[in-house]
């Protein structure tokens, strides 16, 4: 890993509901797809999935799927949207506008610890999560879901967390994620379109353990 940000070096842009896509249709397809076995038994594929709706708060839900994760218990949406509105970090139209305030909030609950890096490559996700870590990743909305939704460039960026990340028999990678708009748990994402997408929002990751 790189190194973690400073508050002053890094600010999320407002994120987008995605939007103008068919979601049933699209989680009918995840669910026919072939299972991947994306890592070792102890990365996070049993992570809690809590959806964020029509509301732009994918990163506070995949807070909450980190900290359920970690120690077992659901905090409820609340223990991270509240903080951020005091904050002054929280559009209601937008979601959280501050990644680094945002952690620093994350840092208050009681029983985990969240640090924020740029990442350098998809090994460190690997690493953070045969540690035992959960990770939760902020990709481009546009790179995407472009393949599957009609957004224009520069539509923000999206949060995910990463259930699983394992490399393929031909040298390249591949990953799970439980994303908060879609319904269905540990996602396969092939490592391009992830790559991709994490690289062109200057790679944030936020490593989550319980303490």
Not at 161 to 174: D, F, I, K, L, R
Request: with cysteine; glycine share 8%; proline share 8%.
């Amino acid at each position: 890993m790189a190194f973690a940000y400073e508050a002053d070096q890094y600010e999320v842009p407002a994120e987008s509901p995605i939007e103008r896509f068919d979601r049933r249709a699209l989680e009918a397809r995840l669910r026919e797809a072939d299972a991947f076995d994306a890592g070792e038994p102890n990365q996070m594929l049993d992570t809690p999935l809590h959806p964020q709706g029509d509301k732009p708060d994918c990163l506070l839900r995949s807070a909450q799927m980190a900290e359920h994760q970690q120690t077992g218990h659901d905090p409820g949406l609340d223990a991270f949207k509240q903080p951020a509105i005091e904050r002054g970090v929280y559009d209601p139209g937008g979601g959280v506008t501050d990644l680094p305030q945002f952690v620093e909030a994350m840092n208050e609950r009681p029983d985990i610890q969240a640090e924020l890096y740029r990442g350098d490559g998809p090994q460190d996700i690997k690493d953070a999560l045969d540690h035992g870590e959960s990770v939760i990743a902020c990709v481009d909305s546009y790179e995407f879901y472009k393949d599957v939704c009609n957004l224009e460039p520069n539509s923000g960026q999206h949060a995910i967390v990463v259930t699983g990340a394992g490399e393929t028999a031909e040298g390249g990678w591949q990953f799970t994620v439980n994303d908060p708009n879609i319904e269905v748990p540990n996602v396969p994402v092939d490592g391009e379109r992830f790559l991709t997408a994490w690289d062109a929002a200057n790679r944030p990751m936020i490593t989550v353990e319980k303490v």
